[in-house]
């Protein structure tokens, strides 16, 4: 287990070094100048050239790239704003809990539908329970989550005023008499957002339970199980759902990480503030290092959970261990 622990830590260093570097050298082909666009329209190629200085944008690409690493692993910067000159980290501290809060509180609600509909589904294949679920899958595939988000916000919060339409509060500051923020706020804000999060999400995984259960089903130890006389309940608990929903893990990791990157249509919608809307105002101003900030923060989230996934694999089934 130590030597499969080690070698899943030591790809995902490589893997990080080698994201970085590329996301750093995409960036600097760019074909544009950040230090015009840091000292204005009006500058003069004098003043261009002494901002280009300041910002160290004069250094070949290597040495940029290595003062950036050293940078990030030392101190744990990922440098300034290009435009305000404030820390990315401050950006990325600001903005990760917002799209945290919709990712995680959205995922949840995830499971929480998708697998009693999936395993439903599969139990009882062409009844009506399980063509409505697969109506349901087509749609939740086929809509755009910005759609999906948009048309819940004009009924449910704008036509029947049961949520806020848009906004955020911060789940652990205490309000003022003109300000929003507690658990309680923080969750009425959130609702329409992980429900739109779960439509979209859930029909993927309404549709991955429903196939993983109909083949465990016609394992040779589940009917092994049965002719032993074993209740179906315990057939479907230790044998059915332990090793049909095992690849789930998977893919709630992986999808876990790639949303972390920034849910920007969904974010958007609902006039959150997160990454992905952190991400859209660095692109419109050029600001290289923000934007920087939050691929890296994608990227190493996507590291840190595909590595999660693969330790919590490991643990559940001892036969991975030995790839």
């Known amino acids: 287990m130590l030597r499969y622990v080690i070698r899943r830590l030591l790809w995902a260093i490589v893997l990080f070094v080698a994201v970085s570097f590329v ?6 082909l760019v074909p544009a100048n950040p230090a015009r666009l840091a000292a204005g329209q009006s500058a003069t190629p004098e003043k261009i050239a002494e901002v280009e200085h300041f910002l160290g944008l004069d250094d070949p690409v290597h040495v940029q790239y290595a003062r950036f690493l050293k940078r990030l692993v030392l101190e744990g910067s990922l440098g300034q704003s290009f435009l305000t000159r404030r820390s990315v980290n401050a950006e990325i501290e600001r903005a990760a809990p917002i799209t945290a809060s919709l990712v995680f509180g959205g995922m949840i609600l995830v499971l929480v539908m998708a697998i009693p509909i999936g395993i439903l589904s599969a139990l009882r294949p062409r009844s009506l ?8 899958v087509l749609i939740g595939i086929s809509l755009p989550s910005f759609w999906i988000g948009l048309m ?3 009924l449910v919060g704008y036509r029947l005023g049961l949520t806020p339409i848009a906004g955020y509060c911060e789940v652990f500051s205490v309000p003022e008499a003109s300000q929003c923020g507690g658990v309680l706020d923080w969750a009425y804000h959130m609702i329409l957002p992980w429900t739109t999060l779960a439509l979209v999400v859930a029909a993927t995984y309404v549709r991955f339970t429903r196939a993983e259960v109909m083949e465990t089903l016609t394992q040779d130890y589940v009917r092994t199980a049965r002719a032993k006389g074993a209740p179906e309940s315990v057939v479907m608990r230790r044998h059915v759902l332990r090793n049909a929903l095992l690849p789930l893990v998977t893919l ?5 990480g790639l949303l972390l990157g920034g849910a920007i249509f969904i974010e958007a ?6 990454l992905g809307g952190t991400a859209i105002q660095s692109i ?7 934007l920087q900030g939050v691929v890296l923060f ?6 840190v959970f595909t590595l999660l996934v693969d330790l919590l694999y490991a643990w559940i089934d001892p036969r991975i261990r030995l790839t």
Do not use: C, K
Request: charged share 10%.
């Open 269 to 274: 919608v609902f006039g959150l503030n997160g």
């Open 129 to 136: 329970a399980d063509r409505a679920a697969m109506v349901y």
């Open 284 to 290: 419109s101003q050029f600001d290289l290092p923000v």
């Open 23 to 28: 996301t750093y050298v995409i960036f600097f």
């Open 252 to 256: 709630v990791g992986l999808d876990i």
């Open 152 to 154: 819940l916000s004009y």
């Open 298 to 303: 994608g990227a190493i989230a996507i590291i």
